[in-house]
């Protein structure tokens, strides 16, 4: 049960963000990304309790311009015709249906709205529970089961408005966010931050070195950490890292890439945390709005694959965020750590601060 004593929070959602549906069978990564996981994590929230003390919002629906704030005409042009016809392929696992461009629309339109909640005074935080995702779409080009980058889109709308300068982007999801990556990569006033998965073996983006171009270098921090990465890699990441990182760059609204895909038992990512680092990410959220005196924050979900998890995942950031105690949820089991994958994330956490404490502000 979430006892909120000043800080409201918004639950923003859809029923019909459960319509989009790709026409693949498991094992096909396309088909984890389904209207099941938004349903049981729904369901979840509602039994648990977790809503009952929030202000829950239906998403409004985005216009057809609101896409164009960060994506090209074409993007915008090409995922409504093939949501027309009601299928093809839009880039690497992204594929329409009919019911693409509601779907999608709505979860810009639930983001949105959740950084007008924000900044107009309504609540402190918002949760934004829709789908499809966002932060692999960039510029141009849809892929990784994202069409339109919610949270750049949210991002950008909320430069807009007068009374703010500078947003952070904390991003925890499994995977590297290369679209929102890429979106603000010369961009001074949007701070980006990703915590991911990263494979040595085969180098991919997502590396330290890439920190920005231009007036944007320095504003774009990646945290690439080795598969099965435990929590106490993560809470050190955030200590290290995240922590010092947003309170040198003092953004006006903090927003969140929710991806719950580094949850143990996720069948899409491989790491090996459970739902005590969300709860953690939830309370650390909550103090750096203080801390920086940010208006607020709005998270976004992005991955998570397995329906059983996703739920206590976000029911714990909520949990953190509305500044209670780490719930005791079914999730958490003890797992061994290996010292190896510790030992190996501390160095990369130190290379990544010796890469970006050029650019951090005391
Ligand atoms: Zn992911």
Redesign the pocket.
Known sequence: MIALVEDKIAFISHPKASMHRMPFPKPHLESFESPLRFQMAERYLETSGALTEMVRVKAPRASLKDPLLVHSPYLVDTVELLSEIGSGQLGESAYASPDLLRAALLTVGGSMKGVDMVLGGDVKHAFVLMRP?G??ASTSNPM??CYFNNVAIAAKHALQNDAVQRVSIVDF???HGNGTSEIFYTNPNVQYISIHEYDYENFGLGHYAEIGHGGGKGTNINIPLVETSPDISYESAINRIVIPAMKSFKPDLIMVSA?Y??HFADP??NMDIDSRTYWRFGREIRELVKTTAAKGSVWVL???YNPFTIGPSIHASLEGLAGNAQPILEDQIDREVNKLIVESNDEIIEKVLETIKPFLKK
Request: proline fraction near 6%.
């Open positions: 995702p932060h692999h990784g089961l999801d499994d995977h991806g895909d580094a899409v990512g992005e991955g998570g």
